[in-house]
């Protein structure tokens, strides 16, 4: 049959689920975040599903607000309207109108991780597994409905740029496999258990500034699960530091006052986190490209370094 879709999404993990459906059925339309301006030049950037849909030739809607702005998507009759990281509360309006409804790909295994960052959650808080949930959509946040859903384990050195790639993947194949007996009348929806949700919001800048009275296995998880973006940092003379990566190191400072640089190494700064030695081996000083420490350390004047505080 000829299904007429329309994708709703806007950053890289939502690209591999529109390429599955440009080559595998009629994608009528696509609907994206305005185009934002970025970096220090202020370059209006587009959203990545914007230009993955210039290269099937997919017309593209940008409005700032769906729930004022809509007629153009209900004009392109869409049988079936998926959405995968869009960004936006869709109206009831666009809600009802599909035959075959409106589904979403979300990236954790709901009722877990409601939210617009569950994969940076699903590492930070500490989650063994996550996965892909697709479902039907309603007017609350992430709340419709279980179609199907695919497990994978959190691998320990995993970061969210990496379990970004593989849920994203994941999501295709997984909607791929829904999409026929969706069609067929063939699945039977699960509704929620309300009592087992848990929440992953957007991340918020106190949650990226890191907190050296935590244990370094916290710290470690809040690295990795801000990396590449928007990275953990903290303070040191006033100026910003990035940390992308890091190790445990063995010694314990129960006299030290945590945040204080204590030794280097040849791959890392040790700071005392929680009164044990946290060791940074990846870093991006304010105003300077993120590098190994290692690369770092050639040149610096360690003496400027050890036994200040960062915080």
Not at 91 to 103: H, R, S, T
Not at 235 to 257: H, N, Q, S
Request: proline share 6%.
């Amino acid at each position: 049959m000829d299904l007429r879709i329309v994708f709703m999404g806007t950053p890289m993990f939502a690209v591999p689920i529109l390429k599955a459906l440009a080559e595998n059925y009629h994608v009528v339309g696509v609907v994206t975040q305005p185009d934002k301006k970025v970096g220090r030049k202020q370059i209006l950037t587009p959203s990545p599903v914007k230009e993955e849909s210039a290269l099937y030739n997919i017309p593209v809607f940008q409005p700032k607000k769906i729930k004022e702005d809509y007629q153009a998507i209900l004009d392109l009759k869409p049988d079936l309207i998926v959405t995968c990281a869009y960004g936006q509360i869709l109206p009831k309006e666009i809600l009802n109108y599909p035959k075959y409804k409106c589904i979403n790909v979300h990236a954790s295994l709901l009722p877990k991780l409601r939210g617009g960052a569950p994969i940076h959650h699903a590492i930070m808080d500490g989650y063994e597994k996550t996965g892909i949930t697709i479902m039907y959509m309603d007017e609350k946040m992430d709340e419709g409905d279980i179609l199907t859903q695919a497990e994978t384990k959190i691998k320990k050195d995993e970061t969210r740029g990496s379990l970004e790639k593989r849920l994203s993947e994941m999501g295709k194949e997984l909607l791929l496999s829904t999409i026929p007996p969706l069609i067929k009348g063939e699945i039977i929806p699960i509704a929620q258990k309300e009592e087992e949700a848990t929440y992953g919001y957007n991340i918020t800048k106190e949650e990226e500034k890191i907190d050296f009275n935590k244990t370094k296995e916290e710290i470690d998880r809040q690295v990795r699960g801000l990396n590449p973006e928007p990275a953990c940092y903290a303070f040191l003379d006033g100026k910003r530091i990035k940390v992308y990566d890091v190790r445990f190191g063995e010694r314990f400072y129960p006299a030290t006052e945590n945040g204080t640089i204590v030794d280097f190494h040849e791959d890392g700064i040790s700071v005392v986190a929680a009164h044990e030695e946290l060791i940074l081996t990846e870093i991006a000083v304010e105003g300077k490209k993120r590098c190994l420490v290692k690369e770092f350390l050639h040149g610096l004047d360690q003496t400027k370094w050890k036994g200040k505080r960062m915080e």
